[in-house]
């Protein structure tokens, strides 16, 4: 009896999660559905009159949505490699290694991300100038790593933190290298938080704006957000359309993480309990 | 062994960082790139006419041409930002008072330096943007200026003056099941942007600046004009809180009489299926003064580093896009007034009805002042009206703070 | 304590990061540095010359100037009130949700994927609709309150309220990642910790302040800090959901303010000095939280 109230509990708080986020993105939805560019209505019903898919099939056909997003999947996907392999090595030299100048690397890595970010757009702009990777997805990529990087290296730390030294010694009486040790003991058992770096760094690359706006000018090299950008204008904005684009450049974002799901449940139970 | 390893963590980083960087590399020498803010159809007319250029200039065949598209705020810092690096496009295409700006600060070359003389002479001197007695930029028309926008399914005449305007706007605002949300509403605006509010400001005397650019807000016709708004809100024949998208929204459901809004707009609303009419604003009954909206061109201005190789045929799309015929076009299929003299005489822009009822607006209307203290003023304007509007302050302390704020600004910006 | 090899290896796996964040950000950092020192702004911007601390001098008129003309310590409060408010908020709401979906609960996979939404979907749009749902007469939020019998409100037409709503979003928007985190950090709690603890008789509240939230404590802290951060910076949300400011220019945290100085006032130099005085609040603030917490993290 007990059991079923606390279930009864349970799917209420879930249900009400659910309807905090998902109503807005409902929102969404409708202006989508919407004919003509409106972005509100006096209406209150979700599916509108006249309701149409045009502006999905507009931005699928009409607008070179797949080469934004062949553009985006480069940049967030590379974004998200480099990221996890970089974050995870250093992360671990943070967490394992007690060297001087441990304590200003932790705090340096931090104050990256203090300085407000549009003040650091122009200077960015002018070095990436001078190394020629203007104007490229390259270029793109390596600033989203750097404004990853802060995040995915302390998350790692943290979770490195946690894992027992001694697997690592273990590890290394047995014969491996420092770098075996890491490779095959720790890694793996960092799952979850590989999981959320990778997660984070993709997002970073899939879904920033400001920074690819400066340093991309060619329409061909034009990622997601900046290909709904171009839909704005003065006044006059094709909503529906953004509206659309904007939902689907949410999927692949969900996909992704519904793959990862399961790994962000792994962690000790790979049978490295210790005792 | 351990090589192998540190090896096969760096491969697939170089690999993407490598096939990254190589994609996208693209070379400039022959390219006339434009960066603009223009509308969907702007985009459109200006592909067109690109086409006809080439066919019309063999000469410049293996040249490429391109059109970047930006929001207007990213337009201004992109350029910026790439003139800083001595690069960014040939061509830069958005408003006359963007144009004062850029000139300032050095980005922009003198089209006297590109052109002759007799070409520039084409244009309505008004039209042009001047910054120490240089031209900067080349205007393919003029407008932007608000309307008035009359939906003629629930009305049967435009009044001329506000009183009747008023008595009108409160007959037609209908709130049939009393539940204090009208189901129709006289009259929709931008309540939150001081574009709306300057058109008053001249219709009750005023304006935003004198001839030395001071600004000259603390006047008693701004007063007027705050006092004129806050009764149109009070009287409740506008929404609530009303923003752009919702005017526009509640204007093309048929849900309003009249909308004040400008050209961009007026096609979208014949494209929803209303009979509308544009009238200029009605004059105001206390000064009998017409409402001023502001009217403002849109230029093609070049770039200060312009690229040697590409000047000749920069030059000449420049010409081509503000020339005579293809601003006949651009009145055609946008309905905006050209800024070629000539192109004005032309009898189907004597004769067009919107056209006509355009111009009569932009006849009553003034220009919008280039200069950078317009900034200032806009940002000063913009807070007390929104106060006036929301009952927290007087159009006396509002005109006031609105001198000051746009005063100390002005000090500010050239500290 | 490291040997020698592990001392090359940890030199050789900190290089690549170090090098991508010295050369994106502590250069422009740099940079920032010499361009407050000068007096570029849109009448000097090819040629600016060295302006010593004059733009320095500035900010201490703003920050002294206690006539009313001056707005900086309304929104210095304003931008700690942000960030706390919103911090609480993605926490407790962020937790919550980590905790409820990590019960086994059928359709769980589907309800994460839901929740997810708010952090997938991109920001602008999000932010814009809820601008619309906050509208005075036709939003979701006040059809709501209605419903419920409440007095609607006109969110945009006060400061507070205004205030309020960017709040709200921001709520929204920042929650998912708490909780994606959450859930990765709940993965590692060993289920034996919390028999043992059943057995010892402790209740729910007490086996999540003494196991849970210390376990959480190293994969939370990092969020916390950079969360810190990312709120008092964030430009977006406040700028898209009031509009610039609204009402009347009252809205404005520290960072909108460097925006509008730098971007439409044309005051870079200003703007950059503007920066490193935020640049040393943060770093102040994140000192303090390294004394109050006193983690391994060190």
């Known amino acids: 009896m007990r059991r079923a109230w606390r279930q009864v509990w349970l799917h209420l708080g879930v249900w009400a999660f659910v309807l905090f986020s998902v109503y807005p993105v409902l929102q969404v939805l409708t202006t989508s559905l919407r004919p003509g560019d409106q972005l509100y209505s006096t209406e209150l019903n979700l599916i509108p009159d006249n309701w149409t898919f045009d502006a999905y099939r507009i931005m699928l056909t009409e607008k070179p949505f797949l080469l934004w997003m062949r553009n985006s999947i480069i940049v967030a996907l590379g974004t998200a490699l480099i990221g996890v392999v970089l974050a995870s090595i250093g992360g671990f030299a943070l967490s394992r290694y007690r060297f001087r100048g441990h304590g200003a690397a932790l705090q340096g890595i931090l104050m990256t991300q203090m300085f407000p970010a549009t003040m650091l757009l122009l200077p960015l702009y002018l070095l990436m100038r001078k190394l020629y990777l203007v104007d490229t997805l390259g270029g793109v990529m390596i600033a989203y790593v750097a404004t990853a990087l802060p995040f995915c290296v302390w998350t790692m730390k943290g979770y490195y933190d946690t894992i027992p030294v001694a697997l690592n010694e273990a590890a290394l009486i047995d014969g491996c290298s420092p770098l075996q040790a890491f490779v095959r003991v720790t890694l793996p058992l960092s799952a979850p938080a590989l999981v959320i770096t990778g997660l984070f760094s993709f997002m970073t690359g899939w879904s920033e704006f400001m920074v690819a706006r400066v340093m991309l000018n060619s329409k061909e090299l034009m990622t997601l957000p900046l290909g709904l950008e171009s839909l704005f204008t003065t006044y006059q904005t094709e909503w529906a359309n953004y509206a659309a684009g904007s939902l689907l450049v949410s999927l692949p974002v969900v996909v992704l993480f519904l793959l990862l799901n399961r790994y962000l449940v792994s962690g000790l139970t790979l049978g490295s309990v210790k005792g | 062994m351990k090589i192998l390893l540190r090896a096969s963590f760096l491969l697939p980083v170089l690999l993407i960082a490598g096939l990254a960087v190589s994609c ?392 | 304590m490291s040997t020698r090899r592990e001392t090359r290896l940890a030199f050789w796996f900190l290089l690549p990061s170090a090098v991508v964040l010295l050369a994106v950000v502590g250069y422009p950092f740099l940079y920032n540095i010499w361009i407050s020192l000068t007096n570029w702004n849109m009448f000097h911007f090819r040629d600016p010359s060295w302006n010593n601390f004059a733009q320095y001098g500035y900010l201490w008129r703003e920050m002294t100037d206690f006539s009313g003309a001056s707005d900086f310590w309304r929104i210095f409060l304003k931008t700690f009130a942000w960030t706390g408010i919103n911090l609480v908020f993605h926490f407790v709401l962020g937790l919550s949700a980590a905790m409820l979906l990590n019960q086994k609960l059928p359709g769980r996979t589907l309800y994460r994927a839901l929740l997810i939404l708010p952090w997938a979907v991109p920001q602008y749009i999000s932010a814009l609709t809820w601008r619309g749902m906050f509208n005075a007469e036709y939003g979701a939020v006040n059809l709501i309150l209605a419903k419920v019998g409440l007095e609607p409100i006109s969110w945009f037409s006060g400061e507070f309220t205004a205030f309020g709503a960017a709040i709200i979003t921001n709520i929204w928007l920042g929650f998912p990642f708490i909780m994606v985190i959450a859930l990765g950090g709940l993965q590692s709690i060993p289920e034996e910790l919390y028999e043992a603890a059943r057995i010892d008789g402790a209740g729910p509240v007490r086996r999540f302040f003494r196991i849970t939230l210390p376990m959480l404590k190293p994969v939370l802290m990092p969020a916390l800090v950079l969360g810190t951060i990312w709120t008092f910076n964030n430009l977006n949300v406040i700028w898209l959901v009031t509009d610039q400011g609204l009402p009347a220019d009252k809205s404005h945290i520290l960072v909108t303010y460097v925006y509008k100085a730098a971007f439409f006032y044309y005051r870079y130099g200003y703007a950059a000095a503007f920066s490193v005085f935020i640049f040393l609040v943060l770093w102040m603030i994140v000192r303090m939280y390294n004394r109050v917490a006193r983690t391994e993290a060190y």
């Open chain 2, 24 to 415: 996208g590399r693209v070379d400039h020498s022959r390219r006339v790139i434009l960066w603009e803010q223009m509308d969907p159809k702007e985009q459109e007319e200006y592909d067109r006419h690109l086409a006809g250029f080439r066919a019309a200039h063999p000469e410049f065949a293996d040249f490429q041409f391109e059109r970047v598209h930006y929001r207007p705020e990213d337009l201004q810092t992109q350029f910026q930002t790439a003139a800083l690096a001595y690069g960014g496009p040939s061509l830069v295409y958005g408003p006359a008072d963007k144009v004062g700006v850029y000139a300032i600060m050095g980005l922009l070359m003198p089209i006297d330096d590109l052109l002759p003389a007799e070409e520039i002479a084409r244009f309505d001197p008004q039209a042009l943007p001047i910054i120490n007695d240089k031209v900067y930029g080349l205007p393919d028309n003029v407008g932007n200026h608000l309307t008035l926008v009359a939906n003629m399914a629930l009305m049967d005449s435009i009044p001329d003056n506000t009183d009747d305007w008023l008595r009108q706007l409160r007959e037609t605002t209908i709130d049939a099941d009393g539940d204090g949300k009208p189901e129709q509403y006289g009259l929709v605006f931008n309540l939150l942007e001081p574009f709306w509010l300057v058109p008053w400001l001249g219709g009750f005397g005023g304006w935003v600046m004198d001839e030395e650019f001071r600004p000259t807000l603390d006047t008693e016709a701004m007063v007027g004009a705050l006092d004129f708004l806050k009764e149109l809100k009070d009287s409740r024949v506008v929404p609530l809180e009303c923003d752009y998208p919702l005017a526009d929204t509640i204007f093309m459901e048929g849900r309003a009489a009249y909308i004040i809004n400008g050209p961009w707009s007026w096609q979208g609303y014949r494209d929803a299926g209303l009979d509308i009419r544009l009238a200029p604003i009605p004059r105001v009954s206390e000064t009998g003064k017409w409402p001023t909206p502001m009217t403002s061109a849109k230029c093609f201005s070049v770039n200060a580093y312009l690229n040697e190789e590409t000047r000749a045929c920069t030059a000449a799309l420049l010409e081509f896009m503000t020339s005579t015929r293809v601003q006949l076009e651009l009145a055609r299929s946008l309905s905006v007034q050209p800024s070629d003299l000539e192109a004005r005489k032309d009898p189907y822009i004597m004769q067009d009805a919107t056209l006509r009822a355009s111009r009569d607006q932009i006849d009553k209307g003034r220009l919008m002042p280039i200069v950078p203290e317009m900034r200032a003023i806009w940002d000063a304007m913009r807070p007390n009206y929104q106060s006036v509007l929301n009952g927290e302050l007087s159009p006396d302390e509002a005109a006031r703070r609105m001198q000051q704020r746009a005063e100390t600004m002005i000090k500010r910006m050239r500290e």
